[in-house]
């Protein structure tokens, strides 16, 4: 069973920043994808961004040129670098993992950021 712990959420300003971190129990052997979803008020959840194992990386259209995802394989830790935000990135976040081998997909329990005007 695949565990995501996720931290790094808060509460910040318009044009502040926050970095969230996503700590999988498995290793990258096992990983097809990583990424990050949100789910604002009254919407669905939604692509954040994704990189496969070949490092193609997929970036939501909202966040482009704002938001960067890093990894640290060692630590089988991803992050998202989240700048200049807006009161329209206020959601829960999500980590996720497509497991390689049993093509599942794995949540994290979500974190809230929340962003004033």
């Known amino acids: 069973q695949v565990q995501l712990a996720e931290s790094g959420g808060g509460l910040v300003q318009t044009g502040g920043s926050l970095r969230l971190s996503c700590v999988s129990s498995?290793?990258?052997?096992?990983?097809?994808?990583v990424g990050w979803y949100r789910q604002r008020p009254g919407y669905e959840r939604e692509l954040v961004v994704t990189?496969?194992?070949?490092?193609?990386?997929n970036y939501g259209d909202s966040v482009k040129g704002r938001f960067t995802l890093s990894g640290d394989n060692a630590k089988n830790t991803w992050y998202l670098q989240m700048n200049n935000l807006t009161p329209e990135d206020t959601a829960v976040y999500y980590c996720?993992?497509?497991?390689?081998?049993?093509?599942?997909?794995?949540w994290g329990q979500g974190t809230q950021v929340t962003v004033s005007s």
């Open positions: 990189i496969n194992n070949d490092g193609a990386t």
């Open positions: 498995v290793s990258a052997f096992s990983i097809k994808e």
């Open positions: 996720y993992l497509h497991d390689r081998w049993s093509s599942i997909d794995y």
